[in-house]
């Protein structure tokens, strides 16, 4: 099938993503041209290991290379110091030189994992992201932003490091569970509410065809990609427009620390649920009219996710206590609470300043 491209411009650190059905199982073909000896290291997770690390595995064993595998357990736990230290240990024992390249392997967890411990490992090593989630795919495996989780909250500790070449394999997608689908697609919205109208209309009709339609979903992953590859070129260190990648992002944060990163919200259900409550906060200050906030809800409704706090199982914190999560927020700039706001569908910019007492009025009110 066809292969898309979308170069990702930072100089001499740019890099290609490559995105189609079918390049893990051809993967020796981009990645062998940049191994200076015949030999990876690969950092996986349990259930990637099963669905798509032997097909990763053979092709590069078929092209000479030989590939040794670090399988952890999956989930966000894995994102932790405890694993951190094990991957850089690891890839000590593996001998793996400054000249070599490490594949992460699997979804946003383990691209940051892996990125980090690429980031440091003799003061950086370079690092292929292999996504295999449409989160990781959409998002996190492009940018440059690894790192992982501490207790005092999501992605305090870690480094840009770009990768010298993302291969996005929407074959990989086949074996991912609906539910985690789902929350992936929660990202691909964002890319249409901060910055694409046309995006955002294109995605409200054919959106419910994406799980089924190769086509489709290699045009929304790379629609999606070439957006933030045009947004990091700009803005690699997140010193401005980057942060509109947070859309949904501080309401996010706050619902995942309230539900202890657990399986009851799935960061990519939050930041859909995030992104409404960024259009019921910017209708709240006059920016947008109630049929963007309503337009919004019905798409992601009729896209089965997640819409509103009464969709999360279970109990939450209360309003003025969700508020008081958000506080620990990274994005806080001087200690005061930063939300990026969207003036229409497709038109989002950074707002520091935002009066609590909307806030509190979007919580109570979603
Ligand atoms: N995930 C947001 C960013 O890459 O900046």
Redesign the pocket.
């Known amino acids: 099938m066809e292969m898309k491209t979308v170069p990702v411009s930072l100089g001499p650190r740019s890099y290609d993503v490559r995105i189609g059905r079918g390049l893990i199982e051809t993967a020796a073909e981009h990645v062998g041209p940049l191994l200076r000896r015949p030999k990876v290291v690969v950092v996986t997770d349990e259930n990637v290991a099963a669905t798509q690390l032997p097909a990763l595995r053979a092709s590069l064993n078929a092209a000479g290379i030989a590939v040794e595998a670090l399988i952890l357990p999956a989930g966000e736990g894995t994102k932790s110091w405890p694993h951190f230290t094990r991957t850089v240990e690891w890839l000590l024992e593996q001998k793996v030189e400054r000249r070599d390249i490490v594949i992460a392997l699997g979804g946003g967890v383990i691209g940051d994992l892996a990125g980090f411990a690429a980031a440091v490992l003799r003061r950086g090593v370079r690092f292929v992201q292999i996504p295999t989630s449409l989160l990781a795919m959409v ?2 495996s ?4 690894t790192g992982i989780n501490t207790a005092q909250g999501k992605n305090l500790v870690g480094a840009f490091h770009q990768p010298a070449l993302v291969l996005a394999d929407i074959g990989a997608l086949d074996t991912l569970p609906e539910r985690e689908f789902r929350a992936g697609y929660g ?1 691909v919205v964002k890319y249409g509410l901060l910055g694409d109208a046309t995006f955002f209309e294109w995605l409200e009709t054919n959106g419910p065809q994406i799980r089924s339609s190769d086509d489709l979903r290699l045009d929304a992953v790379a629609h999606a990609l070439g957006m ?1 590859a045009a ?2 070129a700009r803005d690699e260190t ?1 010193e401005g427009e ?2 509109l ?2 859309l949904g ?1 501080t309401f996010c944060h706050a619902l995942e620390k309230a539900t202890g990163y657990s399986d009851r919200l799935l960061h990519g259900e939050g930041v859909a649920i995030g992104c409404l409550m960024a259009a019921d906060l910017s209708r709240k200050l006059g920016l947008l009219g109630q049929e963007a906030p309503s337009r919004i809800a019905a798409h992601l409704r009729g896209m089965g996710m997640k819409a509103s706090l009464s969709d999360i199982a279970g109990e939450l914190p209360d309003a003025q206590a969700l508020l008081a999560l958000m506080g620990q927020d990274k994005k806080v700039v001087d200690g005061r609470l930063r939300f990026i706001l969207m003036n229409a569908i497709g038109d989002a910019f950074i707002a520091d300043d935002v009066p609590a007492a909307a806030v509190i009025e979007v919580l109570e009110g979603r």
């Open positions: 998002d996190s492009v940018g440059g932003k990202e933030k947004i990091v997140e980057r942060a990648l947070n992002h």
